[in-house]
């Protein structure tokens, strides 16, 4: 059985996240550490506190990054790696953490990076009030379509591709509720705003897209030791420069992850782990191929089933 190691984005942070690795095992308060020097500020204090610090997206994307990292360096000090790995992927910001994994970069450039793409996603937002909808009985078409609609007051594309019940458009406020209004008509049975900064993986993150790729220009990558899924392409990315062009256009390009965990699944991998916070990706392949096995390790309890 082949095991693809799979990484969550934005979205998966909560409070206090990474604590109880931190308390439990020294390579996870060593991984939280080595973030709160990189970075110049305690980004632990900002996940560990009470709050909604953590929610903030230029806060949330380097801590769910650590805190993956971290859960991975826990796991190899207790004997458990992932070294026959088959394949490596992560949502949206996570395909950061699947790089790192991958050996592609290091945690201290990838924690400097995340940081820089959620303050660069943060200031984009505020410089255009924009937001994200999900589709409930939306197909890849009928949602495109919609957007199609909503462009036409505005910055509207599909953003998210996430399962076959996972749709979402995104765009500038007026343009989205252009196409709810129209939703019905283009056979999609109802619409529902998500609670996030901006609107990402749309042109409104143009500015963000364009400050991550000067950033990438001065950062050493180096060649995937094992398979990396692009959430652009749905495909292995093939080197450091094809690496750099599809980090920067994948702030503003849907998220292919439906199309990205088929082809892992078409290439025989059934098997998955999800190290990091929360459960949302094994819940999201269920949706994909009820026969995949995803097994979460999101608290240090979860390391009975690996144990075992």
Known sequence: MTTGILFPGQGAQFEGMGQDWAEAFPEARETFEAADATLGFSLSEACWSSGDEVNRTDIAQPAIFTTSVAILRALKGQGIEFQDAALTAGLSLGEYTALWFAGVLSFEDGVRLVRLRGEAMQAASEACPSGMVSLMGATPESA????????????????????????????????????????????????????????????????????????????TLGEPQIPVISNVTAEPVTGPDQVRELLALQVCAPVLWERSMRAALGGGTTDFVEPGPGTTLGGIMKKIDEQASVRSVARPADLDAFRG
Do not use: W
């Open 144 to 219: 495109a379509a919609l957007a199609q609609a909503g462009a036409a007051h505005g910055i509207c594309q599909v953003a998210n591709l996430l399962s076959p019940a996972q749709i979402v458009i995104s765009g500038e406020h007026a343009a989205l509720k252009a196409a709810e209004a129209v939703a019905k008509d283009h056979g999609i049975r109802r619409t529902r705003p998500l609670t996030v900064a901006g609107g990402f993986h749309s042109e409104c993150m143009r500015p963000a897209a364009d400050k991550l790729a000067a950033a990438l220009e001065s950062v």
